[in-house]
């Protein structure tokens, strides 16, 4: 009788959250709070990724860090095969209780070794479906069916639930935004007291800035083009680039290029590691991707700074910039039509004002902050555990 009245006294074992993630470095910059989130629940963390130097900041947020190789750009079916042949694995030895995919590789590989293990309840997040949802071609098209074909079929659970962070994405997946197994997020979230605005440096020159990885899908080359066809029709405009090519992506840019390109009111700086200063000594901030975004961190944290917002009118940049309110939207690969929008905002500091006034508000009512992001997915695993 002793022995059964302290088992019932024992604690109840800790539920145990497993996030699947290419990079330590993608989350290490987008999804600590998310960790710390879940820690906060009472839920034992784990994060399963490539570890390359990033595990401090991951392993200070409470969770515990698990190194799986798998390269991210890698196509070979066999590699991603093996990947998640070691993935199930682990979590069958983690004990998972829900499985967290992040990013279109690490559903595929994540959510193949969760149906493996036997895991029902998982996450996909997808951040944005990449080069895949900005080819509108057949090849295009081919992709995206054989992906909704995937996740809700092999390797679809009834205990799946869908994260986006922006509804075009949903649907292009054929999901409804609305339905109970789909939660829409602002993004990864940014927190406004680590963004705050700042004044606005006195006008001309228009002060534009790009803070993005240096791919060819972001637009810089198209940013390059506009500014120097503005700066042609006499437009006091100068643009600065921040950021680094990623060597783990196809699409980077050379630094070759970057470093040609640098004349004539444009700069490459390279990486920064403090984009809140950035923003502190420019007007605008500009990304003419060429589409496949989840939802830019990049317009995230300069809206937060109060900046006027520039984009292309893509998926996930449409989610947070409305044309003429928060900031302008021109077509993408249209360095003619981003110059004109320069030229113009160029012209008008009290419009490039009101835009940055619009951006901070958006950010602080419209769902985008990391409290309220992280305060939706934690309804999502608790309705997981609960189930």
């Given amino acids: 009788?002793?022995?059964?009245?302290?088992?019932?006294?024992?604690?109840?074992?800790?539920?145990?959250?497993?996030?699947?993630?290419?990079?330590?470095?993608?989350?290490?910059?987008?999804?600590?709070?998310?960790?710390?989130?879940?820690?906060?629940?009472?839920?034992?963390?784990?994060?399963?990724?490539?570890?390359?130097?990033?595990?401090?900041?991951?392993?200070?947020?409470?969770?515990?860090?698990?190194p799986l190789e798998a390269e991210r750009a890698s196509l070979n079916p066999m590699a991603a095969?093996?990947?998640?042949?070691?993935?199930?694995?682990?979590l069958k030895a983690l004990r998972a209780d829900i499985v967290h995919c992040i990013a279109l590789r690490g559903?595929?590989?994540?959510?193949?070794?969760?149906?493996m293990a036997g895991i029902p309840a998982r996450v996909y997040a997808l951040t944005g479906l990449g080069l895949m949802g900005a080819?509108?071609?057949?090849?295009?098209?081919?992709?995206?069916?054989?992906?909704?074909?995937?996740?809700?079929?092999p390797l679809a659970s009834t205990r799946t639930r869908f994260l986006f962070e922006n509804p075009d994405d949903a649907r292009a997946l054929g999901?409804?935004?609305?339905?109970?197994?789909?939660?829409?997020?602002?993004?990864?979230?940014?927190?406004p007291a680590d963004f705050v605005p700042h004044p606005l440096p006195a006008m001309p020159p228009l002060r534009v800035a790009v803070v993005a990885r240096m791919l060819w899908s972001k637009g810089v080359d198209v940013a390059v083009e506009a500014v120097r066809l503005a700066r042609a029709q006499g437009a006091p405009v100068e643009l600065d680039l921040f950021g680094a090519p990623d060597p783990?992506?196809?699409?980077?840019?050379?630094?070759?290029?970057?470093?040609?390109?640098?004349?004539?009111?444009?700069?490459?700086?390279?990486?920064?590691?403090?984009?809140?200063?950035?923003?502190?000594h420019h007007h605008v901030a500009c990304l003419p991707s060429r589409g496949g975004e989840?939802?830019?961190?990049?317009?995230?944290?300069?809206?937060?700074?109060?900046?006027?917002?520039?984009?292309?009118?893509?998926?996930?940049?449409?989610?947070?910039?409305?044309?003429?309110?928060?900031?302008?939207?021109?077509?993408?690969?249209?360095?003619?039509?981003?110059?004109?929008?320069?030229?113009?905002?160029?012209?008008?500091?009290?419009?490039?004002?009101?835009?940055?006034?619009?951006?901070r508000s958006r950010i602080e009512t419209g769902g985008f902050t990391e409290a309220a992001v992280t305060d939706s997915v934690r309804a999502v695993w608790r309705d997981l555990l609960d189930a």
């Fill in 1 to 66: 009788m002793a022995s059964e009245s302290a088992s019932e006294n024992l604690p109840a074992p800790m539920r145990r959250l497993v996030f699947v993630v290419t990079e330590d470095w993608f989350f290490a910059s987008h999804f600590l709070p998310m960790a710390r989130a879940a820690v906060a629940m009472g839920l034992a963390v784990a994060v399963v990724t490539r570890v390359r130097a990033h595990r401090a900041a991951i392993e200070a947020t409470g969770a515990q860090v698990v």
């Fill in 81 to 90: 095969g093996y990947a998640a042949g070691q993935l199930a694995a682990i």
């Fill in 107 to 115: 559903i595929l590989v994540g959510g193949t070794a969760a149906a």
């Fill in 135 to 153: 080819r509108q071609d057949r090849i295009g098209r081919a992709a995206r069916l054989g992906l909704r074909a995937l996740i809700r079929g």
């Fill in 175 to 191: 999901l409804d935004p609305l339905d109970q197994s789909v939660t829409v997020i602002g993004g990864a979230g940014v927190d």
């Fill in 248 to 280: 783990s992506n196809r699409r980077a840019i050379a630094e070759a290029t970057l470093r040609d390109w640098s004349r004539d009111g444009v700069a490459w700086h390279g990486p920064t590691a403090d984009v809140a200063s950035v923003w502190a």
């Fill in 294 to 359: 989840g939802l830019p961190r990049t317009l995230l944290e300069a809206a937060s700074c109060g900046r006027a917002l520039v984009a292309s009118d893509v998926p996930g940049c449409r989610s947070l910039v409305r044309d003429g309110v928060e900031g302008l939207l021109v077509p993408p690969d249209d360095a003619p039509a981003l110059a004109r929008v320069l030229v113009r905002l160029s012209g008008d500091a009290r419009l490039v004002a009101d835009l940055g006034a619009a951006a």
